[in-house]
């Protein structure tokens, strides 16, 4: 029997900097909840709201795959690798910490806000060579169907990383049901909700909410309205 863990919008922790707004679904920085520490391989979800030219100083990571989805406005990025680059929704961003990089991250826009998850995955190898790569997201071409935006593999559709995980996304107009069955046994799926109102196997989720299924095969979404949905499919034991 499927098992499943709900974590509504409002449950998330939080942080205002004043030019930084964040919700964490997991613990991070100084929310902590021993209860929601990570889902499986899911370390980190965070949902940033960055003012017009302010961003993130230049800062280490090391041994995580560290992904960011744009979902309002331009993020510059720049890195110790010599990766200078501008990402916008309708892109996903990797990078690969491994032994270690720095990197900087800045509003693009002087006057308006930009908007972006921050996503992090634990690897399932150690002090790899640091590596970055961002591509095009299809949601929009392909509407009403689940989108691959990240793989294991280099060779598949999306960016890749270091772990069995796999990334769909999907923009569903009302009355849509899409199934999901996941890539691989022993991994479980956390929903994340962006946009609208959909339901998963009876659970119904709005904006923001999270959802974690996990000890089934598939799972179905519907959309109450129209929604965007983001589904993440990761190891639970690695």
Request: charged content about 20%; overall charge negative; aromatic content about 10%.
């Amino acid at each position: 029997m499927a098992q499943t863990v709900l974590h509504t919008a409002a449950s998330r922790g939080g942080a205002d900097h004043g030019w930084l707004k964040s919700s964490h679904t997991f613990s991070f920085a100084g929310y902590y909840n021993p209860e929601r520490v990570n889902f499986g391989a899911l370390r980190v979800l965070n949902d940033d709201t960055v003012d017009g030219g302010m961003g993130f100083g230049e800062h280490p990571h090391d041994n995580m795959e560290i992904i960011s989805i744009p979902l309002e406005g331009a993020l510059q990025h720049k890195d110790s690798m010599g990766n200078v680059a501008t990402i916008e929704p309708g892109e996903i961003q990797v990078m690969s910490a491994g032994t270690g990089i720095y990197h900087t991250e800045y509003n693009k826009d002087k006057s308006k806000p930009v908007k972006f998850l921050q996503i992090w995955i634990f690897p399932n190898q150690r002090n790899v060579e640091p590596r970055y790569d961002q591509q095009k997201i299809a949601t929009t071409e392909q509407p009403n169907q689940l989108v691959q935006v990240l793989s294991p593999d280099a060779n598949d559709a999306g960016v890749w990383v270091h772990q069995d995980a796999w990334f769909n996304m999907g923009k569903l107009t009302t009355g849509t049901e899409v199934d999901y069955t996941f890539k691989k046994t022993g991994n479980g799926a956390y929903v994340f909700i962006l946009e609208g109102k959909v339901s998963i196997d009876g659970q119904e989720l709005s904006r923001r909410d999270g959802f974690g299924i996990w000890d089934t095969g598939k799972f179905s979404i519907t959309a109450i309205e129209d929604a965007e949905v983001l589904i993440m499919d990761v190891p639970m034991v690695f």
